[in-house]
């Protein structure tokens, strides 16, 4: 059963930036695609950049350039770097498998605000 247990959220103002972590068990992370994942309230959960176990990486257009999505298998981690945060980019955000979900974590919540 696998457990993925994400952090480093909080409150920014607007042109800082965050750091969330991925914590999960090195069969799962190391092997699959992983990806972030965010929902904002009223909208529909999006994937936001995913990475490869050959460390190819993709980015949806809207943080493309400002977020940067990592690994470290050592760690059993996969990271999400956000700079240049924007209002829009507050929302809950994930990480999972890129693929059939059978479950989510309870996320980490980002709020840029002033």
């Known amino acids: 059963q696998v457990q993925l247990v994400e952090s480093g959220g909080g409150l920014v103002q607007p042109g800082g930036s965050l750091r969330l972590s991925c914590a999960g068990p090195r069969s799962i992370l190391s092997i699959n695609v992983m990806g972030w994942y965010r929902q904002a309230p009223g909208k529909q959960r999006e994937l936001v950049a995913y990475i490869t176990s050959g460390r190819s990486t993709y980015y949806v257009d809207s943080v493309k350039g400002r977020f940067t999505i990592a690994r470290d298998n050592a760690k059993n981690t996969v990271y999400l770097q956000m700079n240049s945060l924007k209002p829009e980019d507050t929302a809950v955000y994930y990480c999972?498998?890129?693929?059939?979900?059978?479950?989510w974590g309870q996320g980490t919540q980002v709020t840029v605000s002033s």
């Open positions: 999972n498998v890129v693929g059939p979900i059978v479950s």
